[in-house]
């Protein structure tokens, strides 16, 4: 297993702010995986899963935690039976690889999600969605390693989850998903195409983001209620809320922890006096 130490977290975040791990595990396995559960215990540090990091943002300074990224775990294989495919997917495996995967086949159920930049284990982590989809759409059984160092596999109906959450954000390891997509007589391709052209428009995906800061509260958009408080291009320092969407952070050049955090408390404040409406974050903050 691959093991950096002193490395920059800016490199692990899409936002690109951060400060230093002290170390970065790459596990390969699922006996990597169990080692590291392990180590966690043993040293009382906080074990944190890292894939594409499109919702983690890390504090500036030194970090000393378990940090792991799933960047090896990337196998997969697809297995049909009738009308289905059954893609079995480890956690390290990116949306634009199954995006790939969905066109050539021209399968249905995966397309509203295909922009989202995510790995598989972040998103059934979180139950990343889009379009009116969501990830737990498509999910089958989960194989996960709990906070025992045991491999459980839990179909979907016995997991929790709900709007961007699910259990793992709580507990355990997500290590491989069994994805169940049907054959289609629809242009995926094109589905898929238009909805990247429709991303591209509405997101400021030419620069440095989290994608979307908060959850949309019930009855509600997060970015409407930040842009009726005027915080639409709203900035402290280097970091700021977007012009193109309110509800998507972007690091302007060489935005500062310490700004964003101020920024975010401003802004829920606001949020609270004016509507009276608790935001909840969608990003994950280590400190």
Same mark, same amino acid.
């Given at each position: 297993?691959?093991?950096?130490?002193?490395?920059?977290?800016?490199?692990?975040?899409?936002?690109?702010?951060?400060?230093?791990?002290?170390?970065?595990?790459?596990?390969?396995?699922?006996?990597?995986?169990?080692?590291?559960?392990?180590?966690?215990?043993?040293?009382?540090?906080?074990?944190?899963?890292?894939?594409?990091?499109?919702?983690?943002?890390?504090?500036?300074?030194?970090?000393?935690?378990?940090?792991?990224?799933?960047?090896?775990?990337?196998?997969?294989?697809?297995?049909?039976?009738?009308?289905?495919? $059954?893609? &079995?997917?480890?956690?390290?495996?990116?949306?634009?690889? /199954?995006?790939? !995967?969905?066109? =050539?086949?021209?399968?249905? @159920?995966?397309?509203?999600?295909?922009?989202?930049?995510?790995?598989?284990?972040?998103?059934?982590?979180?139950?990343?969605?889009?379009?009116?989809?969501?990830?737990?759409?498509?999910?089958?059984?989960?194989?996960?390693?709990?906070?025992?160092?045991?491999?459980?596999?839990?179909?979907?109906?016995?997991?929790?989850?709900?709007?961007?959450?699910?259990?793992?954000?709580?507990?355990?390891?997500?290590?491989?998903?069994?994805?169940?997509?049907?054959?289609?007589?629809?242009?995926?391709?094109?589905?898929?195409?238009?909805?990247?052209?429709?991303?591209?428009?509405?997101?400021?995906?030419?620069?440095?983001?989290?994608?979307?800061? $908060?959850? &949309?509260?019930?009855?509600?958009?997060?970015?409407?209620? /930040?842009?009726? !408080?005027?915080? =639409?291009?709203?900035?402290? @320092?280097?970091?700021?809320?977007?012009?193109?969407?309110?509800?998507?952070?972007?690091?302007?050049?060489?935005?500062?922890?310490?700004?964003?955090?101020?920024?975010?408390?401003?802004?829920?404040?606001?949020?609270?006096?004016?509507?009276?409406?608790?935001?909840?974050?969608?990003?994950?903050?280590?400190?």
């Amino acid at each position: 297993m691959k093991i950096l130490e002193n490395i920059k977290l800016s490199n692990f975040s899409t936002i690109k702010i951060g400060g230093v791990a002290k170390k970065v595990y790459f596990p390969e396995n699922l006996e990597d995986i169990v080692y590291l559960i392990k180590l966690s215990q043993d040293t009382n540090k906080k074990l944190i899963p890292i894939g594409i990091g499109s919702n983690l943002i890390f504090k500036d300074g030194f970090l000393d935690y378990i940090f792991v990224s799933t960047k090896c775990l990337k196998d997969l294989n697809l297995r049909q039976s009738g009308e289905y495919i $059954y893609i &079995n997917v480890q956690a390290g495996v990116s949306f634009k690889t /199954l995006v790939n !995967i969905v066109k =050539k086949y021209n399968l249905e @159920g995966f397309e509203n999600l295909s922009g989202i930049p995510a790995s598989i284990g972040g998103a059934v982590a979180m139950n990343a969605g889009a379009y009116g989809s969501e990830i737990f759409d498509i999910v089958e059984e989960v194989y996960w390693i709990n906070n025992k160092a045991e491999l459980i596999v839990s179909k979907k109906e016995d997991i929790k989850y709900s709007y961007r959450y699910s259990q793992f954000q709580e507990e355990g390891f997500v290590y491989k998903v069994i994805l169940k997509l049907k054959k289609s007589n629809k242009d995926i391709s094109k589905i898929i195409k238009n909805h990247l052209i429709e991303r591209n428009k509405k997101q400021p995906l030419n620069l440095p983001t989290t994608g979307s800061t $908060y959850k &949309n509260p019930e009855g509600n958009f997060a970015g409407y209620l /930040l842009e009726k !408080i005027g915080f =639409k291009g709203k900035k402290i @320092g280097d970091i700021g809320f977007s012009e193109k969407h309110a509800n998507f952070l972007v690091n302007y050049k060489d935005a500062k922890f310490k700004d964003l955090k101020k920024l975010l408390e401003i802004a829920e404040e606001k949020v609270k006096k004016e509507f009276n409406i608790n935001l909840e974050r969608e990003v994950k903050i280590i400190e």
